[in-house]
């Protein structure tokens, strides 16, 4: 087996540590030490029975010690993910695998890149391109030919439509539609239930049925 340690131990990392679990049930793959945590009050506390451990400086101090494990990133904010990888990836780190919830449906064709996870449920068509640290919650559904680059969270219950690119960073909240071929720029945040038919504008924010700018 290998080692592997979650950051974030709230909601999501909890979620994360179930879609491990039920990766084992199918073949034992994951011996997880634990959590960590930049939260003081979690710090030395333990979440479904499993410790966390200390923060993100605690990670780095302790890595080598912990037998350099892989570092899953449960953190549903898109600049938060993206500075704890950054962070972890100065100081040497370089260990993220993908977790992919053995419910999810996934042709050969699709590509998904290190440090993503994929929850239950979800179904992808083929020719998709997932990139690193993208975090794809169940239920989800993209269409052939599209993209999701880094740091992207998609929410519950999402539906991409085909050649839809989603680029760095964006946040689709929970069940959103994207119409096929529309792209949603850098730092894009899409509101819950919004249905988007034109393209997004980078750091913009949308709401809406049809969707709409906020900002």
């Not at 029975?49 to 892989?70: C, H, K, M, Q, T």
């Amino acid at each position: 087996m290998k080692r592997i340690v979650v950051f974030g131990a709230g909601g999501a990392g909890k979620a994360v540590l179930n879609i491990i679990n039920d990766v084992n049930k199918e073949q034992l793959q994951w011996d997880v030490a634990g959590f960590f945590d930049d939260d003081e009050k979690l710090c030395d506390t333990s979440v479904l029975a499993f410790p966390v451990i200390g923060g993100i400086d605690s990670l780095i101090n302790r890595y080598e010690e912990l037998g350099r494990p892989g570092v899953v990133i449960s953190i549903g904010t898109p600049s938060v993910r993206k500075l704890v990888f950054d962070r972890l990836v100065l100081s040497g780190i370089s260990n993220f695998p993908k977790i992919i919830h053995p419910l999810a449906y996934i042709p050969d064709s699709v590509k998904v890149g290190n440090g993503t996870v994929v929850y239950p449920h979800v179904t992808i068509d083929p020719d998709v391109i997932i990139s690193e640290l993208a975090f794809i919650n169940k239920n989800v559904s993209i269409g052939h030919d599209a993209s999701i680059s880094n740091f992207a969270v998609v929410s519950p219950n999402v539906s991409i439509g085909g050649y839809v690119n989603v680029n760095e960073s964006c946040f689709i909240g929970m069940g959103a539609q994207i119409i096929q071929g529309v792209s949603l720029g850098n730092s894009s945040v899409v509101g819950a239930g919004a249905v988007v038919i034109d393209d997004v504008t980078a750091n913009s924010k949308v709401v809406g049925v049809p969707a709409k700018s906020i900002s």
